[in-house]
């Protein structure tokens, strides 16, 4: 069973940074491509970033372009979301997510597993 564990989350104030980390196990971790997403209450999960499984390739919402910054370290299974310049409207539960595809999708239903999430709380 694959699990995915992050670390990272929790409160800061606009204008803040927060680095997020999913580590996977009991996979093939650098065969995947891997996502980020984030739901706000009331909301659609949405994507915020994903990487292809060698990290050559990467994309990004709209809303986060030049603030925020995927990357992988195959050797360690993880997988990283730096944020930096927070802003309140970032505030949501983010997920990570793999899929069994080398390449980047922005189709949550497409990816085959997810880590648990954690809260992101960017006050004004």
């Known amino acids: 069973q694959v699990q995915l564990v992050k670390s990272g989350g929790g409160l800061v104030q606009a204008g803040g940074s927060l680095r997020l980390s999913c580590a996977a196990s009991g996979r093939t971790f650098s065969n995947n491509a891997m996502g980020w997403f984030r739901q706000a209450p009331g909301k659609e999960r949405e994507f915020v970033a994903g990487?292809?499984?060698?990290?050559?390739?990467?994309e990004y919402a709209d809303s986060v372009k030049g603030r925020f910054t995927i990357s992988r370290d195959n050797a360690k299974n993880t997988v990283y979301l730096q944020m930096n310049s927070l802003r309140p409207e970032d505030t949501a539960v983010y997920y990570c997510a793999g899929g069994s595809f080398k390449f980047i999708t922005t189709t949550a239903r497409t990816y085959d597993y997810w880590g648990q999430g954690t809260q992101v709380t960017v006050s004004s």
């Open positions: 990487i292809s499984w060698r990290g050559g390739y990467t």
